[in-house]
Antibody, heavy 119, light 110 residues
């Protein structure tokens, strides 16, 4: 059974750094692209970027390039989303999702990681 | 303002057929496949339709998708109360080099 299990909810202060994780299991982790999707409170879905764990090829949405870093460690079948200096506007739910054969078909999703940034 | 345009709300009664529209442009829907997601309250999105009209295993046949030109549609027949959710369309955008989502349509089952 394919599973993506994300790290738990976080409460951080502005300016702090953070790395959240997404552990894949039940499939060959290195051969499927993993995407990160943001959902701000009461809002829709936003694609942040995607990584191919096999060679760490990474693509970012222009809206998120330079704001976050996406990485993966295929040895422990885990993808990451990282911030170096959080802002209150980063408060949102973050989902990881496994892509299928197309560019925008995400067949499996993590349960989400809720990030709250507040002073 | 989302790149793909969806009506913010829709409603129907149990047993009815409802459709959702998703409007884009030549750089996204016009040249790439469309996928639909269902997000039940408080849960992660779930893939409902991929590659314009294909259903993942486990998705009931009363959900169907279609695409024509720069627009796509999702239809639900035999509406059920558990279908009350937010529905999002998504496609790759060649100009933005990224995935774009619609703003979502909130379905209320009356």
């Amino acid at each position: 059974e394919v599973q993506l299990v994300q790290s738990g909810a976080e409460v951080k202060k502005p300016g702090e750094s953070l790395k959240i994780s997404c552990k894949g299991s039940g499939y060959t982790f290195s051969t499927y692209w993993i995407a990160w999707v943001r959902q701000m409170p009461g809002k829709g879905l936003e694609w942040m970027g995607v990584i191919y764990p096999g060679d760490s090829d990474t693509r970012y949405s222009p809206s998120f390039e330079g704001q976050v870093s996406i990485s993966a460690d295929k040895s422990i079948t885990t993808a990451y989303l990282q911030w170096t200096s959080l802002k209150a506007s980063d408060s949102a739910m973050y989902y990881c999702a496994r892509r299928g054969d197309g560019y925008s078909d995400f067949h499996f999703w993590g349960q989400g990681t809720l990030l709250t940034v507040s002073s | 303002q989302s790149v793909l345009t969806q009506p913010p709300s829709a409603s129907g009664t149990p047993g009815q057929r409802v459709t959702f529209s998703c409007s884009g442009s030549s750089s996204n829907i016009g040249s790439n496949t469309v996928n639909w997601y269902q997000q039940l309250p408080g849960t992660a999105p779930k893939l409902l339709i991929y590659n314009n009209n294909r259903r993942p295993s486990g998705v009931p046949g009363r959900f169907s998708g279609s695409k024509s030109g720069t627009s796509a549609s999702l239809a639900i027949s035999g509406l059920q109360s558990e279908d009350e959710a937010d529905y999002y369309c998504a496609a790759w955008d060649d100009s933005l080099s990224g995935v774009v989502f619609g703003g979502g349509t909130k379905l209320t089952v009356l």
